[in-house]
């Protein structure tokens, strides 16, 4: 096959270490960096929006999601639902919320959904998790209309997990308008060899039924839009996996955009959703208003 199966084991944890690759700050005090910025900016995100936080979606102490209401929602309105990163394992729903404030002042709401994380979660239960969030907020929030999905990293991966969903086991169809999915990882065979998955402890058999890559089903009449983002300090594995799952959606018939990002790494490349002017914040408002 070549490529990762060629590496070293020693390159493979290299590939798949996103904090080794940026240009920024050093490996150890970039994680600790990521999670300030996430906290500090949802901190400001429910200080100035109205909220709904903590809201159960199901059961399990994990299956909760906050709601960042638009500044005007007398009527209907679109929706991003926001799926985090941390490698399925660390990250939650309450660092979360940063990129709201500059989509809640033009009428979106953002949802951040939390999931039971590794070694607690099991991988088939975090993607069955995010899919029924969407479910209960199709059923609880008839106002929504039109939903975009946005993940990161281990997000980006549920994210298109959610895109091939069979929904007829959830007596609902969301309307998913667009996805944009941002430095993921689509094939999880690979990680399989890192120490990713001392967490995860995913066998070949649950990687491969949870690889997205390992699932692009012909696009429909009304398939989604789909933005794949990729930053420039991606790991090389990293971006592969971004530009062959945009290859394979296009093949498949999606409509689907590849966006190579200039000038930033795996962490930054999310937390400029805070900002108004970042051109990702842009292409996402553009997205939807163009719906």
Known sequence: MGGWRDMSAEALEDQYSPSRWSPRLDRDTIIDAHLAVTAAGTERARASA???LHVPYGKGDGEKLDI???TDHSGTF????YIHGGYWQCLS???SGFAAPPLVSQGVAVVAVGYDTAPRGHMDTMVLQVRRSLAFLVEQYPEIRGIYLCGHSAGAHLAAMVLFTDWTEFHVVPDIKGAVLVSGVYDLEPILHTYV???LNMSREVAQRNSPMRHVAPAVPAACEVLV??????SPEFRRQSQEYSQALRAAGWSVSLLDLAGVDHFDV?????ENSYILTQVILNMISRA
Do not use: C, R
């Not at 983002?229 to 991606?234: I, L, Y």
């Open 93 to 95: 729903k309450d660092e």
């Open 68 to 70: 960042y209401f638009p």
């Open 78 to 81: 679109p929706v991003l639902v």
């Open 229 to 234: 983002v990729v930053a420039q300090h991606d």
């Open 197 to 199: 998955n001392d967490a």
């Open 50 to 52: 109205q909220t709904s």
């Open 270 to 274: 999310i937390e400029k959703l805070s």
